[in-house]
């Protein structure tokens, strides 16, 4: 006779599956077009640089400026962004979050020169912070462990499909020009950043804070849900924000994130200015841009299939940091189009694997208000990269004439962090 406990763990089990895969068709993709959004509102500012610098005559250093200081703004109100999340609830904030970017990001058509565009750029790093780290913190308190590299890797994988997609659209939306007094980049910032606002208001209406609150889930489903939730072991929870601050796990992290987010947006925003070095027209380059996070695209994702399946990040985020730098040997190296192809694609599967691995990990030791506010302090001291890759990039091109400077530069850096990567396997307590 089989005991009832027996014949309710497989019951248990399929109501799990059924409220995992529910969440995951709700939330997923609208967070994943939502970051594909998000991440082409930053990127797209280097396909505005093949007109937009000309007509308001902007060097190469005030461009890069411009690039970066829009992380400047977000680093400042990550955390207490986050901590306002934590408060109001991610379905709220995540909606505003998106709505205002949108709006923000359109106004940058009405930019006439340096100073106004510092000023919007500022402003919009404003009202995207805490997205990220804020959907990060909402996918953890959804998804069990064993789900939650693939749910991000689905997530994140918004990052190339921005280029993937939106090279080819920034390019078409170039060739607006003129239209309705209008110029192309004008344009290209209307097409990219308005679709936010509805997007917006439809994670106000689909998401919901945790399964408790899920009224599209059966109570069978969001107790199974809860209850593994519930029952995940934690590394060293901690119970205050402060005492994650102090975490050296947390400090090592967030220098990881500054390497890879460095080298991500130093490649991501200056691609398009790069290939117009091999003499290519604007269409060619949205198109060509585009190549790269193909196979970005496909990597990420079965690098985090592999990761769920192994558990071991903390490798495979060492290897896939040193993919990044490594994969830039190419394009300094060779003037061959197809080998800086290459290259590129390399670094840029690496860098955008690592991005999936590496927000599995913090999640492991960080709970509750702990969770909202250490997350938005790794990704917030991290995204300072952000600001320094595409500014550097900017200087260095500036200061030697080319770009190969800057792009030694960005590997060197992403050895640093495969290093740091390897030195937190020593500091933490289990694989």
């Not at 790093?125 to 913190?137: C, D, I, M, Y």
């Not at 069990?144 to 749910?151: D, E, L, N, V």
């Amino acid at each position: 006779m089989i005991s009832s406990g027996a014949s309710a763990r497989p019951f248990a089990e399929a109501a799990l599956q059924s409220a995992t895969r529910k969440a995951a068709l709700r939330f997923v993709p609208l967070l994943t077009v939502a970051y594909l959004f998000n991440y082409l509102d930053r990127t797209s500012i280097g396909f505005a640089g093949l007109t937009m610098n000309k007509q308001l005559g902007l060097s190469a250093g005030q461009f890069g400026l411009a690039a970066g200081i829009f992380f400047l703004g977000y680093c400042l109100f990550e955390v207490p962004s986050n901590l306002l999340l934590y408060r109001f609830g991610a379905r709220r904030w995540l909606a505003r979050i998106m709505i205002t970017w949108g709006i923000v990001s359109a106004a940058t058509i009405f930019v006439v020169g340096p100073n106004s565009f510092y000023a919007l750029r500022l402003l919009l790093g404003v009202a995207e912070a805490g997205f990220f780290p804020g959907v990060t913190f909402f996918l953890a308190a959804w998804f069990p462990a064993q789900y939650r590299t693939r749910m991000l890797a689905w997530f994140l994988i918004g990052i190339p499909l921005s280029s993937l997609i939106g090279g080819p659209i920034c390019g078409l939306l170039l060739q607006m020009d003129g239209i309705w007094g209008l110029a192309g980049w004008q344009w290209m910032f209307l097409g990219v950043s308005l679709p936010c606002i509805p997007i917006g208001l439809l994670t106000l209406r689909l998401l919901a804070d945790r399964p408790e609150t899920a009224t599209w889930l059966s109570r069978d489903e969001r107790d199974a849900l809860h209850s593994v939730l519930a029952s995940e072991v934690r590394e060293r929870p901690h119970a205050s924000l402060l005492a994650a601050l102090v975490d050296t796990r947390v400090l090592i992290l967030a220098a990881i994130q500054f390497g890879f987010t460095l080298g991500s947006y130093g490649i991501g925003i200056w691609l398009p200015l790069i290939l117009r070095e091999y003499h290519l027209s604007t269409l060619a380059i949205g198109w060509i841009a585009a190549i790269p996070y193909v196979f970005a695209s496909a990597g990420m994702i079965l690098w985090a299939r592999y990761v769920d399946r192994s558990g071991r990040r903390l490798v495979n985020l060492a290897i896939t940091c040193f993919l990044g730098g490594a994969g830039l040997v190419a394009p300094i190296l060779s003037g061959s189009l197809v080998v800086a192809l290459i290259g590129f694609s390399v670094a840029l599967v690496g860098v955008t694997a690592a991005r999936a691995i590496f927000w599995t990990i913090p999640t492991r030791f960080l709970t509750g208000v702990a969770a909202a506010g250490g997350l938005a302090f790794i990704n917030s001291i991290g995204t300072v990269g952000g600001f320094a890759g595409p500014s550097m990039m900017g200087w260095l091109r500036e200061f030697s004439g080319s770009y190969t400077f800057g792009l030694a530069v960005v590997a060197a850096i992403m050895v640093a962090a495969t290093l740091a990567s390897i030195s937190l396997k020593l500091v933490v307590s289990k694989e």
